[in-house]
Every structure is written in structure tokens, then in C-alpha cells.
């Protein structure tokens, strides 16, 4: 290259950040634009539990479709409103099945009691129990097993065979109730007209489940009585009075999983920690000017015979020099360093790549001219004249 080429090539300018990662930006765009399209096209499922319009294993969709084959409209409602408004519609009556009995009031039970319609619980707890009933209370608690009815209800009897287990209850004597499936189901007559069903095992009517055994002729005889079902899944947020405790709507392991959690941080804080005090400044006992230290470097490489360390160390100085004087970040590889000041310079950019990340010098002498040549190529860079070398 000739004097009158090199203040041209220098004088263009070297390529801009959107340059260089415009590949990288299109490539994610289109990434994120399929993505987007494939949540767009994906079907909404619900995959709640115990939601007639969950396909979930805990869900109960086939029990909904099914149920509406029959004749049935199943109508989900998750506010107490709805819910009373759901049942003041229907003509005929309705069921009510209620999901979660525990988040509803005594007052509410003995209205939905009260409104003639068949009421379905799924495992309620002794509170709720006592709000409606006095002759049956919470038991035992077992493994989910599929058992014979043992009792003469209908329902039971249509059904034969079925899922049982999970939370059992007892009826007092001379109660009015029959329980079946070792208690798992009970059954009862209101005093507003109605029919009063517990179910210990919700299992049976879930996705995974309801077509096992008898599980899906107990399930419709159970809630499909009424043209009108009334799928009542209340929220914690539409108490009526009373908040609902916290402890009820947390699982049971959150509290031991915090504090296994906390122990946990706590001992990486004490095995991590440099010290258990403040930081107090020390004096350095002698001030080493900035020459001293770097001969001081040199004769430790030389003594130990460390060309190769020391020839790292000065080509690792000159690509970040140089990475800021080409425009480059600081994250840029090598070879986009030695590419960009090829093409400032004019030299080859094999000869470039080879200065900045070539093999190790073999002796003092390869490092002294490896030296030279890095400062001679930072120089011509920045557009400086050459030094004279030092004698």
C-alpha cells in the first residue's frame, strides 16, 4: 500500500454495532415471532383441578362432556353470585356440587341447603359437616382403593365397584344417612327437599379415573339427577365474613420448605463469607512506583523462562487497546479485532490474526521482537509515527 492509500483506508469507518449483529437481532425476531404465532394457535385449555373444562389428570372434562350428552347443562360458576343466580334460574331444581365446601361460610351451606336442590360436597371438613348435618362427622383417612358399595343406595348399587378411600365419614346411630364405600360416600336427605352427598374420594370423578370401574354411573347418578348442575368452584377472594385462614390455602409443605430454604441461605452465607466484621482499610507499607513493578514482572518471566506467559499477557493488552480504537465491544473474539484493523491498516488479516494470537515465542529474542511489532501495529492504528527503537 502506498503513503496516498493508507489515509484512505484508515478514513473508513469501521463497521457499527448494528452491523455486526444484525444477523443475531433478525434471527431472534424470528424466533420470537414464531413463538408468538404458536401461542396464538395453541388451543386454551384449562388445566385446573377439579374444572369441568380441565383436560387435566385432576381435571373433570370427560365427566362435563358426558354429563351434557346426557341431557345435563353443567354450568361452572366461581362467585356466590353467579352461583344463586344459577340456581334461581333453573325451573326444575338443580345440583350443586361444590369443590371446595371449606371456603364457603356456615350460612352459605344452609342456604344452598335450603334452596331444595341436591347438594354435592367434595371432602368437607367437620365445620362444614356440622352446618349442615349433626349426624355425621369426619373419620379416618385412608389409601385410595376401588371397593364394593356395601350399603342399598341407589346410586351405589347402580354402580357397583368403585373408586374409594381418601377421607372417611361416620354416621351416627339411628342418623338418617347411608354411607357407602367404607365411608367415602354418605348420603342423606335435607331438610329443604333435597339430596345431601359426601364424597370422601373426589378421584373418581376426575379425567384419569372416571372411566375406571363404576367410577363414571356413580358420578351420573350422583350429579346428573337434575337437568341443571350448578359446578360451584368458589374463590378464596368472595369470602362472605370470616377471611378464610392462610394456613387453608397454602400446601402443607410451604412452611418446611421455607425454613429448610432459609437454613439453607444462611449456610452459604457463613461458608462464603471473607469475614464477620467491617472492612478496615490497611496501609501498604511501601508505595512501588508503576516502573519498578513492570521490570519487576519482566525479570520474574525471565528468571522463570515464561516467553509464552509474558507474550499472552502483552497480546491480550494489545487487542483490548485495540478493540477501543477500532469500535469494537469488549466481548468482540480476536479475530474481529485483527479483521477491523486489517482493514484500517491494509496489512493481510492472516498476518494480522497471526501478531495478535499466534504460537508462543521460542526465546527472549522472539519476545522482544513480538513486542515491537504489537507496539508498531497499535501506532499505525492510531495514525502515529514510528518510534525510534530503544537502545
Keep these: 500500500m502506498s503513503l496516498l492509500e493508507a489515509p484512505a483506508a484508515a478514513a473508513r469507518p469501521p463497521l ?16 420470537l415471532a414464531v413463538l408468538l404465532l404458536v401461542a396464538l394457535l395453541s388451543p386454551r385449555t384449562n388445566r385446573e383441578s377439579m374444572s369441568p373444562s ?41 345440583t350443586v356440587l361444590v369443590t371446595a365446601p371449606e371456603l364457603l ?15 354435592v360436597l367434595l371432602r368437607p371438613r367437620a365445620a362444614a359437616l356440622a352446618a349442615l348435618t349433626g349426624g355425621v362427622r369426619v373419620g379416618t383417612t385412608s389409601a385410595a382403593t376401588d371397593r364394593d358399595p356395601g350399603c342399598d343406595a341407589p346410586a351405589a348399587v347402580a ?31 335435607l331438610d329443604g327437599g ?10 373418581l370423578l376426575t379425567n384419569r379415573w372416571v372411566a375406571q370401574e363404576g ?18 368452584l368458589p374463590d378464596p377472594l368472595d369470602a362472605e365474613s370470616a377471611p378464610v385462614p392462610l394456613g387453608q390455602l397454602v400446601p402443607g409443605w410451604l412452611a418446611p420448605a421455607a425454613v429448610l430454604l432459609l437454613l439453607a441461605a444462611l449456610t452459604a452465607v457463613l461458608w462464603r463469607g471473607r469475614r464477620l466484621g467491617r472492612l478496615v482499610p490497611e496501609p501498604l507499607p511501601v508505595v512501588v512506583r508503576a516502573a519498578e513493578t513492570v521490570e519487576g514482572h519482566g525479570r520474574l518471566y525471565a528468571t522463570a523462562g515464561a516467553a509464552g506467559r509474558a507474550a499472552e499477557l502483552l497480546r491480550g493488552a494489545a487487542v483490548r487497546r485495540l478493540r477501543a480504537v477500532v469500535r469494537l465491544d469488549a466481548t468482540a473474539p480476536v479475530s474481529d479485532v485483527a479483521d477491523q484493523v486489517a482493514h484500517l491498516t491494509g496489512r493481510a488479516p492472516a498476518q494480522v490474526r497471526e501478531l ?15 513486542a515491537g511489532d504489537l507496539d508498531a501495529l497499535e501506532r499505525s492504528v492510531r495514525g502515529d509515527s514510528p518510534r525510534k527503537a530503544i537502545r
Design 215 to 232: 367410577n363414571a354411573a356413580l358420578a351420573l347418578h350422583v350429579l346428573g339427577g337434575r337437568e341443571e348442575l350448578v359446578w360451584y
Design 16 to 31: 457499527t454495532r448494528w452491523q455486526r449483529r444484525r444477523a443475531g437481532v433478525l434471527v431472534g425476531a424470528l424466533v
Design 159 to 189: 354402580a357397583g365397584r368403585a373408586r374409594a378411600g381418601g377421607t372417611a365419614y361416620a354416621v351416627a346411630p339411628g342418623a338418617p344417612a347411608l354411607s357407602c364405600y367404607g365411608g367415602s360416600y354418605v348420603q342423606q336427605r
Design 356 to 370: 495478535l494470537a499466534g504460537p508462543a515465542p521460542r526465546d527472549d529474542a522472539a519476545l522482544v521482537r513480538l
Design 105 to 119: 361460610s356456615a350460612d352459605r351451606l344452609r342456604a344452598l341447603a335450603a334452596s331444595g336442590a341436591d347438594l
Design 54 to 94: 380441565s383436560v387435566a389428570p385432576a381435571g373433570a372434562r370427560a365427566l362435563a362432556q358426558v354429563l351434557g350428552e346426557q341431557g345435563v347443562r353443567v354450568r361452572e360458576e366461581r362467585s356466590w353470585a353467579a352461583a344463586q343466580q344459577a340456581l334461581s334460574g333453573a325451573d326444575d331444581g338443580a
Design 194 to 203: 333435597g339430596r345431601l352427598v359426601v364424597l370422601g374420594q373426589p378421584g
